[in-house]
């Protein structure tokens, strides 16, 4: 069982928005503002999406967004494209007396 | 651009250890600020943080799995290494070495698939 909980699937046509939740703890999420977002299409390394909760590295399209409200991270993307599609996962750090890093189960985007 | 890129046997047998290397290019890892990762994905499944490395030789490690888990650094040939003792068929996996920049993997290596059966 994963540290973080995210929904196993989100979905969405082209052109809509998707959130996609992943919640944590007070000892992960809620107390850190080091929040990542990962992106991996099948038989690929995953990529960084987002980091420090809302921050994208450059190259990542302003589509994708990133947010934080207690204990549960946000991911939304807007303007869904077919390339989109692919899994998402979150992660956090959490401190030396729960492990340091901990991910999301993942969840898989499927564009419509 | 930085690259890491695994290496090591694709095939181990219940009980051995795991051996894997990581060789970066493009940077040193005796630059500082990074810490060097280890993280797997079982077939299907989601993603593990193993454990992580600094160039100086401080670990940290995942505590399901410290007593089976050692990463070392050899800043001579810019390289790190995962050895994960006693492994069952539940250590089957990708594992993928990652960059740690301030709490993000900003750079994976591509993952080798290591299978563990006799």
């Known amino acids: 069982q994963s540290a973080l909980t995210q929904p196993p699937s989100a979905s969405g046509s082209p052109g809509q928005s998707v959130t996609i939740s992943c919640t944590g703890t007070?000892?992960?999420?809620?107390?850190?503002?080091?929040v990542s977002w990962y992106q991996q299409h099948p038989g690929k390394a995953p990529k960084l999406m987002i980091y420090e909760v809302s921050k994208r590295p450059s190259g990542v399209p302003d589509r994708f967004s990133g947010s934080k409200s207690g204990n549960t991270a946000s991911l939304t993307v807007s303007g869904l494209q077919a390339e989109d599609e692919a899994d998402y996962y979150c992660?956090?750090?959490?401190?030396?007396?729960?492990?340091?890093?901990?991910f999301g189960g993942g969840t898989k985007l499927t564009v419509l | 651009q930085v690259q890491l890129q695994e290496s090591g046997p694709g095939l181990v047998k219940p009980s051995q250890t795991l051996s894997l290397t990581c060789t970066v290019s493009g940077g040193s890892i005796s630059s500082g600020g990074y810490y060097w990762s280890w993280i797997r994905q079982h077939p299907g499944k989601g993603l593990e943080w193993i454990g992580y490395?600094?160039?100086?030789?401080?670990?940290y490690y995942n505590p399901s799995l410290k007593s089976r888990v050692t990463i070392s650094v050899d800043t001579s040939k810019n390289q790190f290494s995962l050895k994960l003792s006693s492994v069952t068929a539940a250590d089957t996996a990708v594992y993928y070495c990652a960059r740690d920049y301030s709490n993000r993997f900003d750079y994976w290596g591509q993952g080798t698939l290591v299978t563990v059966s006799s």
């Open positions: 490395i600094y160039y100086s030789g401080s670990t």
């Open positions: 007070s000892s992960d999420v809620g107390g850190y503002n080091y």
């Open positions: 992660s956090s750090y959490a401190g030396s007396t729960q492990g340091y890093v901990v």
